[in-house]
Protein backbone atom coordinates (compact mmCIF):
# COMPACT_ATOMS: atom_id res chain seq x y z
CA UNK A 1 0.00 0.00 0.00
CA UNK A 2 1.05 3.53 -0.89
CA UNK A 3 -0.17 6.88 0.97
CA UNK A 4 -0.55 9.18 -2.13
CA UNK A 5 -2.87 12.31 -3.23
CA UNK A 6 -5.75 11.72 -5.23
CA UNK A 7 -3.66 13.86 -7.76
CA UNK A 8 -0.50 11.14 -7.67
CA UNK A 9 -3.14 7.84 -8.34
CA UNK A 10 -1.78 7.59 -11.91
CA UNK A 11 1.83 7.55 -10.82
CA UNK A 12 1.21 4.42 -8.90
CA UNK A 13 -1.10 2.89 -11.09
CA UNK A 14 1.84 2.75 -13.86
CA UNK A 15 4.16 1.60 -11.30
CA UNK A 16 0.99 -1.36 -10.59
CA UNK A 17 0.86 -1.63 -14.58
CA UNK A 18 4.55 -2.66 -14.99
CA UNK A 19 4.70 -4.67 -11.87
CA UNK A 20 2.06 -6.60 -12.88
CA UNK A 21 2.86 -7.10 -16.55
CA UNK A 22 6.62 -8.43 -15.30
CA UNK A 23 5.68 -10.54 -12.94
CA UNK A 24 3.06 -12.23 -15.72
CA UNK A 25 6.24 -12.17 -18.26
CA UNK A 26 8.98 -13.45 -15.76
CA UNK A 27 6.86 -14.78 -13.00
CA UNK A 28 6.51 -13.13 -9.64
CA UNK A 29 9.06 -10.74 -8.91
CA UNK A 30 7.57 -7.23 -7.52
CA UNK A 31 4.72 -6.61 -5.14
CA UNK A 32 2.43 -4.91 -6.68
CA UNK A 33 1.87 -1.57 -5.62
CA UNK A 34 -1.99 -0.15 -4.44
CA UNK A 35 -2.41 3.43 -4.19
CA UNK A 36 -4.11 4.10 -0.52
CA UNK A 37 -5.70 7.43 -0.44
CA UNK A 38 -7.18 9.17 2.61
CA UNK A 39 -10.42 10.39 2.57
CA UNK A 40 -9.68 13.00 5.66
CA UNK A 41 -7.01 15.30 4.27
CA UNK A 42 -6.69 13.74 0.78
CA UNK A 43 -7.35 17.12 -0.84
CA UNK A 44 -6.45 20.51 1.34
CA UNK A 45 -7.25 23.06 -0.27
CA UNK A 46 -6.19 26.22 -0.69
CA UNK A 47 -6.44 29.08 2.55
CA UNK A 48 -6.80 31.98 0.31
CA UNK A 49 -9.04 29.92 -2.69
CA UNK A 50 -10.76 27.57 -0.63
CA UNK A 51 -12.50 25.64 -4.12
CA UNK A 52 -8.44 25.39 -4.89
CA UNK A 53 -6.30 22.34 -3.94
CA UNK A 54 -3.44 23.99 -2.09
CA UNK A 55 -0.57 23.89 -4.41
CA UNK A 56 3.57 24.58 -4.03
CA UNK A 57 2.83 26.27 -7.50
CA UNK A 58 0.58 28.85 -5.59
CA UNK A 59 2.77 29.43 -3.07
CA UNK A 60 3.95 32.68 -4.29
CA UNK A 61 0.67 34.01 -3.33
CA UNK A 62 0.51 35.06 -0.28
CA UNK A 63 -1.66 33.22 2.07
CA UNK A 64 -2.62 30.68 -0.26
CA UNK A 65 -0.85 27.61 1.54
CA UNK A 66 1.50 26.94 5.08
CA UNK A 67 4.82 25.58 4.48
CA UNK A 68 6.69 22.66 6.28
CA UNK A 69 9.32 25.66 7.41
CA UNK A 70 6.91 28.48 7.52
CA UNK A 71 7.73 30.56 10.76
CA UNK A 72 4.62 30.43 13.60
CA UNK A 73 4.09 34.09 13.05
CA UNK A 74 3.83 33.37 9.36
CA UNK A 75 1.40 30.41 9.94
CA UNK A 76 -0.71 32.64 12.19
CA UNK A 77 -0.94 35.01 9.40
CA UNK A 78 -2.08 33.00 7.02
CA UNK A 79 -4.89 31.18 8.71
CA UNK A 80 -5.83 34.45 9.77
CA UNK A 81 -5.97 35.63 6.57
CA UNK A 82 -7.82 32.15 5.26
CA UNK A 83 -11.63 32.63 3.53
CA UNK A 84 -14.73 31.71 5.21
CA UNK A 85 -17.89 33.02 4.67
CA UNK A 86 -20.13 35.56 6.17
CA UNK A 87 -21.87 33.66 8.93
CA UNK A 88 -20.68 32.43 12.21
CA UNK A 89 -21.78 28.81 12.52
CA UNK A 90 -18.81 26.70 13.13
CA UNK A 91 -20.20 23.60 11.70
CA UNK A 92 -19.23 21.11 8.37
CA UNK A 93 -21.68 21.95 5.67
CA UNK A 94 -21.77 20.63 2.24
CA UNK A 95 -22.83 23.96 1.17
CA UNK A 96 -20.59 25.50 -1.40
CA UNK A 97 -20.70 28.63 -0.13
CA UNK A 98 -19.20 27.57 3.70
CA UNK A 99 -16.07 26.04 1.59
CA UNK A 100 -13.88 27.66 3.44
CA UNK A 101 -14.73 27.11 7.30
CA UNK A 102 -15.13 23.12 6.21
CA UNK A 103 -11.18 23.57 4.46
CA UNK A 104 -10.08 25.03 8.11
CA UNK A 105 -12.24 22.24 9.93
CA UNK A 106 -10.79 19.45 7.54
CA UNK A 107 -7.19 20.85 8.32
CA UNK A 108 -8.30 20.41 12.02
CA UNK A 109 -10.01 17.22 11.77
CA UNK A 110 -6.69 15.36 9.93
CA UNK A 111 -4.27 17.15 12.43
CA UNK A 112 -6.11 16.20 15.89
CA UNK A 113 -7.20 12.53 14.65
CA UNK A 114 -10.75 13.78 16.09
CA UNK A 115 -14.22 12.78 14.56
CA UNK A 116 -16.55 15.77 12.22
CA UNK A 117 -18.42 15.51 15.73
CA UNK A 118 -16.01 16.20 17.83
CA UNK A 119 -14.25 18.71 15.99
CA UNK A 120 -17.90 20.39 16.12
CA UNK A 121 -17.58 19.86 19.97
CA UNK A 122 -14.12 21.60 19.69
CA UNK A 123 -15.84 25.23 18.63
CA UNK A 124 -19.08 25.02 20.29
CA UNK A 125 -17.84 28.02 22.58
CA UNK A 126 -15.98 29.49 19.95
CA UNK A 127 -16.58 33.50 19.37
CA UNK A 128 -16.44 33.31 15.77
CA UNK A 129 -14.35 32.34 13.08
CA UNK A 130 -11.16 34.17 14.65
CA UNK A 131 -11.59 31.58 17.46
CA UNK A 132 -11.74 28.86 14.75
CA UNK A 133 -8.81 30.37 12.39
CA UNK A 134 -6.38 31.15 15.74
CA UNK A 135 -7.07 26.81 16.99
CA UNK A 136 -6.58 25.59 13.53
CA UNK A 137 -3.46 27.91 12.99
CA UNK A 138 -2.48 26.44 16.60
CA UNK A 139 -2.26 22.70 16.15
CA UNK A 140 -0.98 23.19 12.66
CA UNK A 141 2.18 24.86 13.97
CA UNK A 142 2.04 22.35 16.72
CA UNK A 143 1.76 19.70 14.37
CA UNK A 144 5.30 21.44 12.29
CA UNK A 145 7.20 22.21 15.39
CA UNK A 146 9.28 18.86 15.32
CA UNK A 147 9.34 18.26 12.03
CA UNK A 148 11.29 22.44 11.99
CA UNK A 149 13.33 21.50 14.93
CA UNK A 150 14.66 17.92 13.26
CA UNK A 151 15.34 19.80 9.82
CA UNK A 152 17.12 22.73 11.17
CA UNK A 153 19.45 20.27 13.37
CA UNK A 154 20.57 18.23 10.59
CA UNK A 155 20.98 21.24 8.39
CA UNK A 156 23.05 22.95 10.94
CA UNK A 157 25.47 20.17 11.26
CA UNK A 158 26.40 19.23 7.62
CA UNK A 159 28.43 16.00 9.22
CA UNK A 160 24.87 14.90 10.42
CA UNK A 161 23.65 15.77 6.86
CA UNK A 162 26.51 13.71 5.44
CA UNK A 163 25.99 10.91 7.60
CA UNK A 164 22.25 10.59 6.73
CA UNK A 165 22.63 10.17 3.40
CA UNK A 166 25.23 7.99 3.39
CA UNK A 167 22.97 5.96 5.63
CA UNK A 168 19.79 6.08 3.10
CA UNK A 169 21.98 5.71 0.55
CA UNK A 170 23.37 2.46 1.80
CA UNK A 171 20.07 0.89 3.12
CA UNK A 172 18.59 1.72 -0.38
CA UNK A 173 21.54 -0.16 -2.11
CA UNK A 174 20.82 -3.12 0.08
CA UNK A 175 17.30 -4.15 -0.95
CA UNK A 176 17.30 -2.62 -3.94
CA UNK A 177 20.78 -4.45 -5.61
CA UNK A 178 19.08 -7.99 -4.43
CA UNK A 179 16.06 -7.10 -6.31
CA UNK A 180 17.91 -6.12 -8.88
CA UNK A 181 20.14 -8.56 -9.48
CA UNK A 182 16.68 -11.14 -9.59
CA UNK A 183 15.69 -8.50 -12.11
CA UNK A 184 18.44 -8.80 -14.40
CA UNK A 185 18.26 -12.65 -13.84
CA UNK A 186 15.06 -13.17 -15.16
CA UNK A 187 15.12 -11.17 -18.15
CA UNK A 188 18.88 -12.71 -19.36
CA UNK A 189 20.77 -9.49 -18.49
CA UNK A 190 23.37 -11.63 -16.61
CA UNK A 191 27.17 -13.34 -17.55
CA UNK A 192 26.45 -16.40 -17.50
CA UNK A 193 27.93 -18.38 -14.62
CA UNK A 194 31.01 -20.65 -15.12
Do not use: C, W
Not at 16 to 23: L, M, P, Q, V
Not at 113 to 140: C, I, M, N, T
Not at 175 to 190: I, L, N
Request: no cysteine; aromatic share 6%; hydrophobic share 35%.
Amino acid sequence: EVPVGEDQRQHVELARDIAERFNRVYGETFVVPEAVIAEAGARVMGLNDPTAKMSKSFSHIRGHAVGVLDEPKEIERSFKRAVTDSGNEITFSDDPERAGVNNLLGIYKVITGRSSSQVEGDFVDARGYGDLKARVAEVVIEELAPIQKRYHEIMDDVGELDRLLARGAEHAASVSTPKMDEVKEKVGFTLPRS
